[in-house]
């Protein structure tokens, strides 16, 4: 149980364009979904949090405006890029949590590479 | 401010090398220590939630520990299929269950 998908696994766009991450719960319902970047090595930031039907909540220095994050059920969220640039590239991992559970469940991540 | 510390940041074991990792953290009230395993370009396989001090978590070579301070992944007779980065997280207080994770432990386990 508790498995998370994410789609695409890797995607390469040109400059200026937008990208759609997908973030699907497959065997739960997940209250809360979290979305996270990490570069080579380093360990995983949060970008922000979404609650079903409810507005995002983004760390401080993650810019709303060109991660567009849309949680419409209890089983998909999704993560825009939008007006990509190359130092968007990076590795974008989202993750899955049941009400009043604190454990989160990992997707298998997203590779974007923005040419 | 909330911190998660992680040491060694790489290590190096032989086959059967038993050896344990470090995650020390601060955090003002402490509602859950998770680790996770990372192999390279997956995302992080949940392991282990540890919720109070003196709580301990096995599963097949691995077993975890917490104290007020910190918390142990203990690693016996590692394979070489244990090979990955280990990440360490701490609930943050508040709501919705936000995660502050520790930067990772990269184990190579040798034949």
């Known amino acids: 149980g508790a498995v998370v998908s994410q789609h695409p696994s890797r995607v390469i766009c040109k400059s200026g364009t937008s990208v759609k991450i997908e973030c699907r719960s497959l065997?739960?319902?997940?209250?809360?979904m979290f979305w996270y970047r990490q570069f080579p090595k380093q360990s995983l930031m949060l970008m922000a949090t979404s609650n079903e039907g409810s507005k995002a909540t983004y760390e401080q220095g993650v810019e709303k405006d060109k991660f567009l994050i849309n949680h419409a059920s209890l089983t998909l969220s999704t993560l825009t890029v939008t007006s990509a640039h190359p130092e968007d590239s990076s590795f974008y991992i989202c993750?899955?949590?049941?009400?009043?559970?604190?454990?989160?469940?990992f997707g298998p991540g997203t590779r974007l590479t923005v040419t | 401010e909330d911190q998660v510390t992680q040491s060694p940041e790489a290590l190096r074991l032989q086959e059967g090398e038993s050896s344990s990792l470090n995650c020390s953290y601060t955090v003002s009230g402490l509602r859950g220590l998770f680790w996770y395993r990372q192999d390279p370009g997956k995302g992080p396989e949940f392991l282990f939630t540890l919720y109070s001090a003196g709580e301990e978590k096995e599963k097949e070579r691995l077993k975890a520990t917490l104290t007020k301070k910190e918390s142990f992944l203990h690693i016996t007779a590692p394979k070489p299929e244990d090979s990955a980065t280990y990440l360490c997280a701490v609930q943050a207080p508040g709501g919705y269950n936000k995660l502050i994770f520790g930067a990772g432990t990269r184990l190579a386990v040798h034949p």
């Open positions: 065997d739960f319902q997940a209250t809360t």
């Open positions: 993750s899955a949590s049941l009400a009043g559970n604190y454990e989160q469940y």
